[in-house]
């Protein structure tokens, strides 16, 4: 469900596993991965905190070639004293799936509506709600270190998409870019 990502040579995305146990209905969010070489199915085990949080407040996403999650919470109040969502970024380590790293949390200035990606210094490119003017949106660039936002541009909605130039060999059965 949701957005997915790639990473390497495998897709990754959140999805929820249901069982039954005892007559009783339960879930536990993860992380799929399809690795698009060898054509399987694998499933990332999320830590405790984040497997049993509502699904709708995960997603995934890519910082530098590695998978981050982006797990939205409340964080306080804003200046007009309504509860601040918040984004907390995990970032999976290389090579352990179960351990995740907490980078840092963002407090957006507005109503965060969600982290679209991330610049190559690591900075998260956000949709938020200007206070202000509830119909607009405003691009804004957060950064992690002096955890101020930069505008980048104001509209009505927003789709953003990482970009690489590459060059795949048709009938290459590694599925290589060169």
Not at 79 to 101: A, D, I, L, P, Y
Request: net charge negative; charged share 20%; proline share 3%.
């Amino acid at each position: 469900m949701g957005p997915q990502v790639v990473i390497g040579k495998s897709i990754y995305w959140c999805a929820v596993d249901c069982t039954t146990v005892d007559s009783v209905f339960k879930t536990r969010n993860l992380i799929m991965s399809f690795d698009i070489t060898n054509e399987k199915f694998e499933v990332v085990v999320l830590p405790e905190r984040m497997a049993i949080i509502t699904f709708s407040l995960l997603s995934v996403s890519k910082l530098r070639e590695s998978l981050v999650i982006l797990e939205d919470n409340k964080c306080g109040y804003n200046t007009t004293n309504e509860e601040q969502v918040c984004c907390t970024v995990w970032m999976m380590e290389q090579g352990v799936e179960t351990s995740f790293t907490k980078l840092f949390s963002i407090k957006a200035p507005g109503q965060l509506m969600r982290v679209v990606g991330f610049r190559r210094r690591g900075g998260p490119i956000m949709e938020v709600q200007d206070y202000a003017f509830e119909s607009t949106e405003e691009l804004v660039v957060y950064e992690p270190n002096s955890e101020l936002s930069n505008h980048l541009i104001s509209g009505s909605s927003f789709t953003v998409n990482s970009y690489i130039e590459t060059l795949v060999l048709l009938g290459s059965s590694d599925c290589s870019s060169y």
